[in-house]
């Protein structure tokens, strides 16, 4: 391996004891050879020694609470209409409970107007089927008796 592949895992995944046993192997043989890795592998070595000497400093509550409100200003102001307009309109979409209810309601009432519907259509076919019979018997019944047919319009031989 050349000596840039060396020096990437050197700060990246040799440093943080990330590489598999053969990388680490071909890393450690090649830094025993080459002074300028070596001199890296020192240079980071001291650097991590120094930062694990920091101690971290908490910021006072007031500092998160002014950078909580510029990004939020910042935020507001590079919106504009189109980011309003957004907001709005997912406002607007958004589920609400009443909605729901009223939808519920809505879908009730639909399914009993097909329901009636439905019952009066069955019982229109069951007076139909009645009126059938009754003129059926009707017919059969004029075939028996001398009933005149013909009432002296040209209509009627039309319809007849």
């Known amino acids: ?4 592949k060396i020096k990437n895992m050197l700060m990246t995944d040799h440093l943080d004891h990330e590489l598999g046993d053969k990388k680490r192997e071909l890393v450690d043989q090649h830094v025993s050879h080459c002074k300028s890795c070596q001199e890296l592998v020192r240079a980071l070595q001291d ?3 120094a930062f694990s000497q920091i101690t971290p400093h908490t910021p006072p ?6 950078i909580h409100d510029a990004i939020t200003n910042k935020e507001s ?4 209409w189109k980011g309003r307009l957004i907001d709005t309109i997912g406002s607007l979409l958004a589920p609400k409970p009443i909605l729901a209810l009223g939808s519920v309601f809505a879908m009730m009432l639909i399914l009993m107007a097909v329901g009636t519907t439905h019952i009066a ?16 018997s009707y017919s059969a019944s ?11 319009t040209d209509i009627e031989k039309f319809l007849l």
């Open 77 to 80: 102001c590079l919106k504009g």
């Open 61 to 66: 509550v007031q500092v998160w609470q002014n």
């Open 121 to 136: 259509g069955r019982s229109q076919h069951a007076y139909e089927a009645e009126a059938l019979t009754i003129l059926a």
């Open 47 to 49: 650097q991590r020694s």
């Open 142 to 152: 004029l075939d028996q008796v001398d009933v005149p047919t013909d009432f002296g």
């Open 1 to 4: 391996m050349n000596c840039d």
